[in-house]
């Protein structure tokens, strides 16, 4: 039968149940290591939180894309005391399905550091994206990638986190809470408080990409924060970072909404900015927000770009004048239709930035770095799902191999899309049925040859050469037509014949069976009268004497209103099929000694072996069987 899948969706690593752990790749004395399952990939976080294992000076590379599975997770590096400090190189795969939250970590002295990475303020972090979500009840480095790391590049980051405290003196960055060198990084995601009441409360540093981080370069930003404000204090949030030195060739295009909530004071100063909360120096910045909302009371610590408040030195930099809050003084406004217009922004480098009509600049090295949207082709077979392939934007479709069907062809599938482009795709295929010859032998030559489909019933053909002296019948045969060619063998055997004395006045003997049948309960072969041939049908235009209709009889006929009267009741030796079957001195019973029988017998219905029929007994006590084998 047609077989399906039992895995139609493609991906690296299945099953992971949260506790499976694999440590069984390392070797001390190495310098390099490959990850290769999510269970080695824990097996990674217990030997660096587990058994002090830093990796200092050494490389663990993933080798496959790993899905977590939602399983909560620890962070890989929990403390001074138990820090990655090694690279981590990811190779362009993917971690999907992180699931954090701070109430179900693993580790016992588990405290501030809180993201895929806790602290690993030595290591590089890169090529790598990471989809997931944050739970966060407790921390004060709160970072998707990493909370505590010296550097990270080529990162692609999709993360909610999800806040169910209230923070101070806390840094919160979709991708990293604090850093000293980040560049290449394309930032998805969010940042929310789970209630209203919950909030920043003194000190707290939140960026869409970095709470704080000193140098970054070539950053997208699409990440939406909506941050509560619940204490006269002085916080720095920003769409790129919270806090940093220098900033450059940047974008943001999320959204920042801010609310003050239990405050003492409607003048509270909060740094506001679109690109950063706090800057020292920044170039090549496009602050590009769908939404900026501010709150109340914050007055002029705001602003599109950075607050108004800072002292930086900004350079090149364009911001949306939807949102300019008529004194921003660390960039040019410009409309939405003009940042979309295609033409290159003043003093931006072509080689770094892309302008495309109807679509904001984008930068070029983060191109590779932005997942491609996933697609499926469904295949269904005589409306039947067969298997799904999963692909990515752009990449080339290859149709399973024909499925296989006994008995079956495989027509093809109705059409395949050479690449995936925008959607996902349903292909039809049908199946055809077979047809297999049916060869019938009878003295090793062809006697016929039938053509029927595949699992059709088999029915011999009931007209067959017929021998004096014996038995037709087809040998051994399968039921239905299997998917291949049948040769049926026609096979003659002996037969015998006997009578039985029913002490009739004639002193006729009958025989114990019909013409053409084995045992007594067969029905044997049928025939027309006077003929000895056997036939597929039998009616008048069949009929060997008359000329196609009951009145044209030619032999045989006492009557002019059936055909030519020649009164012949009995027939001629040539046209008896008992002689012609069995020779003389057999032959069939006249009219006169059919009457004799019923006359001169008690006839009983029953059966024998299963076959209805009458028993006809003489008055000397021997009988004979008749089945019921009806007529044609």
Not at 52 to 64: H, T
Request: hydrophobic share 30%; net charge negative.
């Amino acid at each position: 039968g047609l077989g399906i899948p039992a895995e139609p969706l493609f991906r690296s690593s299945y099953g992971w149940d949260g506790k499976k752990t694999d440590t069984s790749w390392y070797d001390e004395s190495a310098s390099e290591y490959h990850i290769t399952s999510a269970a080695q990939f824990k097996g990674f976080a217990d030997l660096v939180s587990y058994n002090n294992c830093s990796f200092e000076g050494k490389k663990v590379i993933l080798d496959c894309d790993i899905d977590l599975d939602n399983c909560p997770w620890s962070p890989i590096g929990l403390h001074s005391g138990k820090p990655f400090s090694g690279t981590f190189d990811g190779l362009n795969h993917s971690i999907t399905n992180l699931l954090i939250n701070s109430n179900q970590f693993d580790y016992p002295d588990m405290k501030d550091n809180v993201g895929l990475f806790g602290y690993a303020i030595k290591a590089e972090i890169k090529n790598v994206s990471v989809q997931g979500k944050m739970e966060i009840s407790s921390g004060k480095y709160i970072g998707g990638i990493a909370a505590m790391v010296k550097s990270v590049e080529n990162l692609y980051s999709d993360i909610e986190i999800e806040l169910n405290t209230s923070l101070s003196s806390s840094y919160v960055g979709t991708v990293v809470s604090y850093a000293t060198d980040a560049k290449k990084i394309y930032a998805k995601g969010n940042i929310t408080f789970k209630e209203n009441y919950l909030g920043l409360n003194s000190g707290c540093y939140v960026g869409g990409i970095a709470g704080s981080c000193t140098n970054m370069s070539d950053c997208y930003s699409a990440v939406d924060a909506s941050i509560n404000i619940i204490g006269s204090s002085n916080e720095h949030i920003g769409g790129i970072s919270g806090v940093s030195g220098t900033i450059s060739n940047a974008l943001f295009a999320g959204q920042i909404t801010v609310g003050n909530y239990n405050c003492n004071s409607d003048m509270f100063m909060p740094n506001i900015g679109g690109i950063c909360g706090q800057l020292t120096t920044g170039d090549h910045l496009i602050s590009a927000p769908k939404f900026m909302s501010y709150g109340r009371g914050f007055a002029i610590a705001k602003s599109v770009v950075i607050p108004n408040t800072s002292n930086a030195a900004v350079t090149d930099t364009y911001y949306l004048n939807t949102w300019a809050t008529n004194n921003e003084s660390y960039g040019a406004a410009i409309s939405d239709g003009d940042l979309k217009s295609g033409s290159p922004l003043a003093g931006f480098d072509t080689t770094v930035w892309e302008f495309k009509e109807n679509e904001y600049p984008s930068i070029i090295s983060l191109a590779s770095l932005i997942p491609k949207p996933t697609y499926t082709v469904s295949y269904y077979v005589d409306g039947v799902l067969y298997q799904v392939d999963e692909y990515k934007e752009g990449e080339t479709v290859v149709p399973p191999a024909d499925p296989v069907k006994e008995g079956y062809t495989f027509n093809g599938w109705d059409y395949v899309p050479p690449y995936i482009y925008q959607t996902s795709w349903i292909v039809n295929g049908t199946f055809s049925i077979n047809s297999y010859n049916i060869i019938y032998m009878v003295d090793h030559d062809v006697f016929k040859t039938e053509t029927q489909e595949y699992n059709s019933r088999i029915n011999p053909p009931t007209v067959f050469p017929l021998k004096q002296g014996f038995l037709f019948g087809w040998g051994e045969y399968p039921e239905t037509v299997p998917a291949h060619d049948v040769t049926i063998e026609g096979i003659y055997t002996e037969d015998t014949y006997e009578y039985v004395d029913l002490g009739l006045p004639s002193g006729l003997l009958w025989a114990t069976k019909n013409v053409g049948a084995a045992r007594p309960e067969d029905y044997g072969y049928y025939f027309s009268w006077g003929e000895t041939i056997l036939k597929e049908s039998y009616y008048w235009g069949t009929y060997s004497y008359c000329n196609g209709t009951e009145n044209t009889l030619t032999k045989y006929c006492f009557s002019p209103e059936f055909g030519e009267v020649d009164n012949k009741y009995t027939l001629d030796e040539t046209d008896d099929a008992a002689i012609t079957n069995w020779g003389k001195p057999w032959r069939l019973p006249t009219e006169a000694e059919a009457m004799e029988l019923y006359s001169n017998c008690t006839w009983t219905l029953g059966n024998l072996n299963g076959i209805s029929g009458c028993y006809v007994t003489g008055k000397n006590g021997n009988s004979i069987f008749l089945p019921k084998a009806g007529y044609k």
